[in-house]
């Protein structure tokens, strides 16, 4: 063998050795990122989902306090029959498709009526879990609550809240409502974040999963190995997942259930084989572009990666999802990973519009249960709060104060809903006793709104004081001039507006240009002046467009007949010009 020959097989074994070298460091290296951003990915998906469950939950509060303060349930547990209650109950889950579970007890804990569970809800200790604890005040807690159940073999997510009496705040019992969690809920949202989902009992029995029953029992076996959040590889039926948990404790029927998320690693030894498989055709040329190209396939994958990666990470701080970041391009398998990280995100923000939608729909129940028991404003709140928001743009205000404005004139008679049925609806004049308390309904609405968390304050302050006057004789307060808040000023002028073209029993509407001449009559002396002024710049056809738009949308109850003699009674009561409006 010449010295030729010699070189060139020590080259070719040097190069060999060398390429071979660098091609096992570069799969070792793809595989360590690859795990590493599947680790990352895993927890911020588990950190995402349960952001959301935290945020349902605040949403479900919030709904139940809403519901507590219905005056029906309140009416059913001042004299708890049971087929009323029940009757009651159907009536909400009409209401509320979406929620599944429906019981309300008595301040003892016991259950007078329960819909949708599996099982019966009178054994012992209930009153004592989470959440009737909290609704009923036991042990100290005080409000609104929220807890994990197992109740008939089947997981409950449950929040529940006091129901008080609305003439004086006594805790008649609790308002119990929540969701099953089932295996269809959970493959759900495993298509949604593409991680799979296994929730289990601390003696390793299976509740709700997004694999096949005989997989997730083989998870399940090894729970134990799930002790804190850091993920772990794990064996199950031939194919490997990276795994991490989060125990959470149960409040009745168990001690603690885990959550396990599961991603599955297969992919991840797909991709280190296709660029191994690169990388070795492209070593068979040459072995320094074998190593420049090993440099750039290692660094086309992880740089994207990372890059989505930091922004997974940025909203997680902040908290805020964006579905419009911008794309951290890479291969296939990264755009995947990218996609599903957006789809998710759309998810999350598909969410929070269903929590406003269902804000919505709560608003308007409480709003068509207001004005259908005062039939001289049916319809009435829809109305104003159609030329609130038209009123508010044409004073200038933007944004979310629009928003603020428009549910607080949807809400600022909820007060009303306290006031008795044989004062709101006396056929006659009011004595100053009757009509004392019909003042209080401002002071009532306010206080049942307060602790509404996603009201803002303009929504409120109109609740409490749109019977407030410019020079100081309104009520509750007393208040004057620009002391009363901007948002109460502009509703009492629409307002005062929708109850002068609006028939009444007693007469037939005014026309726009009489009610536009009495609006600025008591301009000074009812109304801001100013807003008067804004207020006339409104056309005449918008204000019939917002009328008649909210006709279509909100039809509501026609006027019942009225007795003879009632018209006559009317008249009295109802020559009211805009100073002593009771809208």
């Known amino acids: 063998m010449n010295l030729r020959k010699k070189i060139f097989l020590f080259t070719t074994a040097l190069v060999a050795v060398v390429f071979l070298t660098a091609l096992v460091l570069v799969q070792r290296q793809v595989q360590s990122a ?10 911020s998906t588990a950190f995402a989902i349960e952001e959301h469950t935290r945020e349902v939950v605040r949403t479900w509060q919030d709904r139940v306090r809403l519901l507590a303060g219905m005056p029906q349930l309140a009416a059913a547990l001042e004299h708890p029959e049971a087929a009323g209650v029940q009757e009651l109950l159907r009536d909400l889950r009409r209401w509320l498709p979406g929620t599944q579970l429906f019981a309300v007890t ?29 609704a009923l005040g036991m042990g100290g807690g005080n409000g609104t609550g929220h807890g994990l159940w197992i109740v008939g073999g089947q997981l409950c ?49 299976v509740l709700a999963s997004s694999l096949p029953a005989t997989l997730a029992h083989e998870v399940a076996r090894q729970q134990p190995l799930f002790d804190g959040p850091t993920p772990r590889t794990v064996e ?20 603690r259930i885990a959550r396990i998320y599961l991603r599955r690693l297969d992919g991840a030894d797909q991709l280190a084989y296709r660029i191994g498989r690169d990388l070795l055709a492209i070593g068979l040329v040459a072995g320094v ?12 994958i992880t740089l994207p990666l990372r890059q989505l990666s930091a922004t997974m990470s940025e909203m997680a701080r902040t908290g805020e999802p964006a579905s419009d970041f911008p794309s951290a391009g890479g291969d296939r398998e990264v755009r995947l990973i990218e996609n599903t990280f957006r789809q998710l995100v759309i998810s999350l923000e598909e969410s929070q519009r269903a929590r406003e939608r269902s804000y919505v729909e709560a608003v308007g129940a409480v709003v068509t249960a207001a004005d259908a028991r005062d039939h001289e404003t049916t319809g009435h709140s829809f109305r104003v709060a159609h030329y609130a928001v038209a009123l508010a743009r044409a004073t200038g205000l933007r944004g979310d104060s629009l928003q603020a404005i428009e549910w607080g004139a949807l809400l600022h008679d909820v007060g009303k809903m306290v006031v008795p049925d044989d004062i709101l609806r006396k056929v006659g004049p009011l004595t100053e006793d009757e009509w004392h308390i019909m003042r209080q309904h401002p002071t009532w609405g306010f206080d049942m709104l307060a602790e509404v968390g996603f009201l803002q ?15 100081g004789r309104g009520y509750p307060r007393g208040l004057s001039g620009e002391a009363i808040p901007l948002a109460a000023r502009i509703f009492a002028v629409v307002d005062t507006y929708d109850a002068i073209t609006s028939d009444r029993p007693y007469r ?24 008067v002024e804004a207020f006339g710049t409104i056309p005449e056809v918008e204000l019939r467009r917002l009328r008649e738009l909210c006709r279509r949308s909100h039809p509501g109850l026609a006027l019942p007949a009225l007795p003879s ?11 009211r010009t805009a100073e002593d409006r009771v809208s």
């Open 106 to 134: 008595t301040p003892d804990g016991r259950v007078l009526a329960a819909d949708g569970f599996n099982d019966g809800l009178d054994a012992p200790g209930l009153a004592a879990a989470e959440p009737l604890r909290s």
């Open 34 to 43: 690859t795990l590493a951003d599947n680790r990352q990915h895993l927890q």
């Open 289 to 300: 572009l074998a190593f420049v190209f090993a440099w750039l396939g290692a660094r086309r």
């Open 457 to 471: 304050q303009p929504a409120l302050e109109i609740v409490y004081s749109h019977h407030e006057r410019w020079d």
């Open 508 to 531: 037939r509407a005014h026309s726009h240009h009489a009610a536009l001449a009495e609006v600025q009559r008591v301009a000074g002396q009812q109304l801001d002046p100013r807003v």
């Open 236 to 255: 199950a039926r031939g194919s490997s997942y990276l795994a991490t948990a989060r125990v959470s404790s149960l409040d009745y029927g168990g001690s």
């Open 565 to 575: 003699d009632f018209r006559v009674v009317q008249e009295n009561r109802g020559k």
């Open 157 to 205: 997510d449950l929040v529940a809240a006091p129901v008080r009496s609305p003439i004086d705040g006594r805790r008649l019992g609790a308002a119990l409502f929540g969701v099953r969690v089932e295996d269809s809920m959970i493959r759900h949202l495993r298509n949604l974040v593409e991680t799979d989902l296994v929730i289990v009992t601390a003696d390793g029995r």
